[in-house]
């Protein structure tokens, strides 16, 4: 076990600290083996750059995206998918946390991993094996509006002018 001092607890809209120390994991999700503290279906209700509102060129791609995560060593995976018109295309992020805050992690991208159909594009971008490929930092906050994920995204965040980074909110149950 890991001491943490003091002990984080959050729940939806309260914060509670509890000062002193301890040995326990009370308050943070348990990041040892094969534990995802955000396991779940989740679809895409928003995206901004940064905390402004509708991130209009991430709209101009793509009309829906959703995550799947699950357990995987000390983190998460996810399978991400990304429609837009036609087209369909599949992801995978592997995700590892801080083990003092869990709400920050390292995101690594295996870029677009299948095209359907072969060759379809999203808008004005291609749909490409590889495309998005990549680390980043991401933090990752669930609470009242859903799973809140900012930073690296992957081929989401592939070729979108953002300088602030993308925050994206997803919901429950596809």
């Known amino acids: 076990m890991r001491p943490l001092c003091p ?10 600290l509890l000062a002193g120390c301890t ?3 009370l308050g943070q999700p348990d990041l040892g083996d094969d534990t995802c503290p955000y396991e779940g279906e989740w679809a895409l209700l928003d995206v901004s750059c ?8 991430f709209y101009e791609r793509f009309d829906h995206a959703a995550l799947v995560l699950t357990s995987a060593q000390a983190g998460c995976t996810a399978q991400v998918t990304l429609e837009g018109g036609e087209c369909v295309a599949s992801e995978r992020w ?3 946390f801080d083990e003092v805050d869990p709400e920050i992690g390292e995101l690594q ?3 677009i991993l299948t095209c359907d ?3 379809c594009s999203f808008g004005a971008g291609s749909c490409l094996p590889g495309v998005g490929a990549g680390t980043g930092s991401v933090t990752m906050v669930l609470g009242d509006q859903g799973l809140v994920v900012s930073g690296g995204m992957g081929a989401a965040g592939a070729d979108l002018d953002c ?3 993308l ?8």
């Open 94 to 96: 592997a995700l590892t």
């Open 117 to 119: 159909p072969v060759g």
């Open 50 to 57: 940064g905390s402004f509102g509708a991130f209009a060129p």
């Open 167 to 174: 925050t994206a909110t997803f919901a429950t149950a596809l």
């Open 163 to 165: 300088p602030l980074g």
């Open 7 to 16: 002990v984080r607890l959050v729940l939806p809209g309260q914060l509670l």
């Open 109 to 111: 991208s295996t870029g």
């Open 23 to 25: 040995n326990s994991s």
